[in-house]
């Protein structure tokens, strides 16, 4: 790849290394320069930019994030678009993040170009929180270098989540003379509370006397009675393999398989196993709902991944857990964690087509009425919360969308403009909505993959929070909106929709180049609407 100034007459193609601004437009990094840009920069006095050419021996950025993502992601997570040489993987369900540290290291020190950052091992992923990144540095990298990851990648992917299963969870409490009531509910209630964060139920509860005998009964029951797994919570801590809970387990049937942990607080927890179920001697510092090495335990067996009793041993790198405030307890669950945000998409189906003189949304495309496509494109972009807007001949509008996975909502007031069914898509979002897509239901070329490139680079942190798709210098639709931007388009009024207000924000805005022609592609007057259904 070669990078560095170049003069303007040998730039087309290359990528911009330094966004540049003339009278009227900002070109931002990462645009590849094409010919008009060239005339653009040229009129403007510009004589050279700083820009990367690749070489016939390149992958561009995207292209590399994308491979090398799709290798590395394993069960229970997606791949996001890439943009600007990132591709992010977002649990699909929730559990515990599993990495394989050994080969992320080796991929890590193929080349500085190529890096795979993850969640820490065994740590807790919430549905469409962010696992882990795939991020190019610079804007190509040579085929060799993604070549020999992919190798050593194979068919075993890097990362994955293992999700918690919905287990029915036994617990023995024993109690000494001396033992109070309250302590007894207080051991059920974080006990209770920890199985349910971890998508269990504890089943049963049984409270015996602190003694082997007592304890082993209540075991082997809860085995009987399908409990997996099965906690022990003493009233006294464990101090030996002898001590009542160890000696219970063995009296029961079972085995330990490791006394004692490298982890503080948890130092005093036991692990076992009887007849394959799981057995956890609960430490007396998970009455606290503070994290310990008893949580650790209990995450991975919740998430049914084997605990041997080397497991527990190499927890002590990174094991000492006091005082290190930036660690969640249980019911806080993970603070400062990135997530995929939440989208929707509006469809505005509500126009007149006076120009028409018929409903063009009607007429078909490719066999199918137009607003049907549309929507089926939308859907296809992974867009799973789609609101429609009617308005004109909305009976025919809706018999037309019969069996979709739509919302749809009337606007009475369609015919005052394009901005009252605009606004009134936006009170149709649920609260929780972080985007929106505005869509126009006469752009049935739109291709479902632009949906994810524009999602991709939505970021509100970095100034990225209206997403807009270009397609060879020219901006299209749809347009992506952050929430932050609601207010505004519920304040637009009469016929103007919501890309007048691009100009006002326009440092939010970031252009997302897409090789959909669809975007620029609408049905506006007949001779565009013939055109659509001959091609």
Not at 216 to 227: F, H, L, P, Y
Not at 286 to 301: H, T
Not at 429 to 448: E, S, T, W
Request: glycine share 8%; hydrophobic share 45%.
């Amino acid at each position: 790849m070669e990078f560095g100034r170049i003069p303007l007459a040998e730039a087309q193609g290359a990528v911009l290394a330094h966004s540049v601004s003339i009278p009227g437009i900002v070109f931002k990094k990462g645009r590849v320069l094409g010919e008009a840009d060239i005339a653009k920069l040229a009129a403007a006095g510009q004589e050279a930019v700083y820009a990367a050419r690749l070489g016939p021996d390149d992958m561009p950025e995207d292209e590399a994030a994308q491979l090398i993502a799709q290798a590395v992601r394993g069960d229970g997570l997606s791949a996001q678009m890439p943009f600007t040489g990132r591709a992010n993987l977002h649990a699909l369900v929730h559990g515990l993040a599993v990495a394989d540290l050994h080969r992320i290291k080796a991929l890590n020190r193929i080349d500085e170009s190529l890096t795979l950052a993850t969640l820490p091992n065994f740590a807790i992923a919430a549905p469409r929180q962010l696992v882990a990144t795939v991020k190019i540095i610079p804007f190509a990298v040579p085929r060799a270098v993604v070549e020999e990851a992919l190798a050593l990648i194979g068919n075993e992917p890097l990362v994955r989540i293992e999700e918690f299963r919905h287990r029915n969870v036994g617990l023995v409490i024993t109690r000494l003379p001396q033992t109070k009531p309250s302590l007894i509910k207080k051991s059920e209630d974080s006990m209770r509370e920890r199985i349910e964060a971890l998508d269990g139920k504890l089943a049963k509860v049984a409270v015996c006397d602190h003694q082997a005998a007592a304890v082993a009964d209540a075991v082997k029951s809860m085995q009987a009675e399908g409990c997996n797994p099965i906690l022990v919570f003493g009233a006294s801590a464990i101090v030996d393999r002898g001590d009542i809970i160890p000696a219970a387990l063995a009296e029961a049937g079972g085995d330990v398989v490791h006394l004692g942990m490298p982890v503080d607080p948890g130092n005093l927890a036991m692990f076992g196993r009887l007849g394959g179920v799981p057995v956890i001697g609960v430490p007396s510092c998970a009455r606290s709902p503070k994290l310990n090495g008893f949580d650790w335990l209990l995450q991975r067996v919740m998430a049914g991944i084997h605990v041997s009793s080397e497991d527990i041993m190499d927890m002590g790198a990174g094991g000492l857990l006091s005082e290190i405030p930036s660690r969640p307890s249980p019911r806080e669950g993970a603070r400062g964690a990135v997530f995929a945000p939440r989208t929707a998409a509006i469809l505005l189906a509500a126009g007149t087509s006076s120009r028409m003189g018929h409903n063009k949304l009607l007429a078909p495309v490719n066999g199918k009425p137009m607003i049907r496509v549309s929507a089926e494109n939308i859907l296809a972009g992974g867009i799973a919360d789609l609101h429609v807007v009617t308005g004109r001949d909305q009976e025919a509008v809706l018999k037309e969308l019969a069996g979709l996975p739509v919302k749809t909502t009337f606007n009475p007031h369609y015919k005052q403009g394009l901005s009252t069914s605009l606004v009134h898509g936006i009170r149709s979002l649920p609260k929780n909505a972080d985007a929106v897509f505005i869509c126009l239901a006469d752009m049935p070329r739109i291709q479902p993959q632009t949906f994810g490139k524009l999602i991709a680079a939505f970021n509100p942190a970095e100034h990225r929070s209206i997403c807009v798709p270009v397609h060879d210098g020219q901006r299209g639709n749809p347009v992506l909106w952050g929430r932050a931007h609601f207010h505004s388009l519920l304040e637009l009024e009469g016929d103007r929709g919501a890309r007048s207000l691009m100009s006002e924000l326009s440092s939010e805005v970031v252009e997302v180049p897409v090789p959909d022609a669809g975007i620029l592609i609408d049905a506006d007057t007949p001779e565009a609407l013939a055109q659509l259904q001959i091609s």
